[in-house]
Nanobody, 124 residues
Framework: QVQLVESGGGLVQAGGSLRLSCAAS????????MGWFRQAPGKEREFVAA????????SYADSVKGRLTISRDSAKNMVHLQMNSLKPDDTAVYYC?????????????????WGQGTQVTVSS
């Protein structure tokens, strides 16, 4: 059974940092792209960042470029999201997902598996 578990969320002041982690189990995802999305109250789930299977290619939403960094540790079946210079607009539940091969990394429908999410709250 495939399971993704996010951790590292919390409450932080604007300008602060958090590091989210996503641990995958049930199978090896070292040959799959992975991504982070977020969903704020009353809004649709939106793309944040994606990384390819090798870890050499990444993409980001314009709103987070230069502040958030996605990385992966395939040996540990984990993906991380380093979040710096956080803003109140970053407040949301953050989800990690495993992308279907060949699918576009910025689309929610491209992801076959999702975690339960971790809450990030940035106070002003």
């Amino acid at each position: 059974q495939v399971q993704l578990v996010e951790s590292g969320g919390g409450l932080v002041q604007a300008g602060g940092s958090l590091r989210l982690s996503c641990a995958a189990s049930g199978r090896t995802f070292s040959t799959y792209g992975m991504g982070w999305f977020r969903q704020a109250p009353g809004k649709e789930r939106e793309f944040v960042a994606a990384i390819d299977w090798s870890g050499t290619s990444t993409s980001y939403a314009d709103s987070v470029k230069g502040r958030l960094t996605i990385s992966r540790d395939s040996a540990k079946n984990m993906v991380h999201l380093q979040m710096n210079s956080l803003k109140p607009d970053d407040t949301a539940v953050y989800y990690c997902g495993v992308k279907r091969r060949g699918a576009a990394g910025h689309l929610t429908a491209s992801y076959a598996y999702w975690g339960q999410g971790t809450q990030v709250t940035v106070s002003s």
